[in-house]
């Protein structure tokens, strides 16, 4: 890998910080450059548990190490990081390090933090969604749900003169369930209410009926 970072010019890096499902927080640093065939070259510089407090002393200092270690402290140009604080006063401080390094926003991240800021407007709708969305994923209303699809399905290939019995045994391949959103991707809160809509009827059916079970 030292040799094929010794073969580019200048050098961005992208970093970020994320937590495992055992509670060990991680720094990640990638390096992307152009070689003079103008070729994308991508590579993992680096990788490791970080200690908490996620500072920006301590954040500047691995990415600080792993820049001297590879030796391109004069070749990167920019680091690519998300909004938060700690990684924009991560950045300031290689910099004022006489490591004249330009901090870009991640782009996605800031698509993140806007999506969010609009939403705040329809506040009480994106509360509805996640309480009709939550009260799905219990295993008897998701049970539930699934049933009024079926049975939807019945009615609609029995009012359909031309369905034959292999589409009727087949109806499970089309059962739909809810999707979760992911408070960190926007895009899952789109894919999560347009499954809403697809389950509309299903809901609604199921709706009506639930006052008339004894359970």
């Not at 103008?38 to 691995?62: C, K, M, Q, R, W």
């Not at 680091?79 to 490591?99: C, E, F, H, P, R």
């Not at 359909?160 to 809160?189: A, C, P, Q, Y």
Request: charged fraction near 25%.
């Amino acid at each position: 890998m030292q040799l094929t970072i010794n073969s580019c010019e200048f050098v961005s890096i992208t970093t970020d910080l994320w937590t495992s499902r055992s509670k060990t927080g991680y720094i990640g640093i990638t390096g992307h450059w152009l070689n003079d065939k103008f070729e994308p070259y991508d590579i993992l510089i680096g990788i490791e548990s970080i200690a908490y407090p996620h500072t920006a002393t301590v954040i500047s200092n691995y990415l600080e190490k792993y820049i001297e270690d590879y030796r391109i402290i004069n070749k990167v140009v920019c680091i690519v990081t998300d909004n938060g604080s700690n990684m924009k006063a991560a950045v300031n401080i290689l910099s004022q390090k006489n490591i004249k390094i330009q901090r870009i926003p991640c782009v996605a991240h800031t698509l993140q933090l806007t999506v969010n800021q609009a939403l705040k407007s329809i506040s009480k709708q994106v509360t509805r969604y996640k309480r009709i969305v939550k009260f799905f994923q219990s295993p008897k209303q998701s049970e539930r749900l699934q049933e009024m699809q079926k049975e939807l399905s019945k009615k609609n290939q029995s009012a359909d003169e031309d369905s034959d019995n292999d589409s009727l045994e087949n109806l499970h391949t089309n059962i739909l369930k809810n999707i979760n959103e992911v408070s960190t991707r926007w895009n899952s809160k789109y894919n999560s209410w347009k499954r809403l809509i697809e389950l509309k009827k299903p809901i609604v059916r199921l709706n009506a009926t639930l006052c008339l079970e004894d359970d």
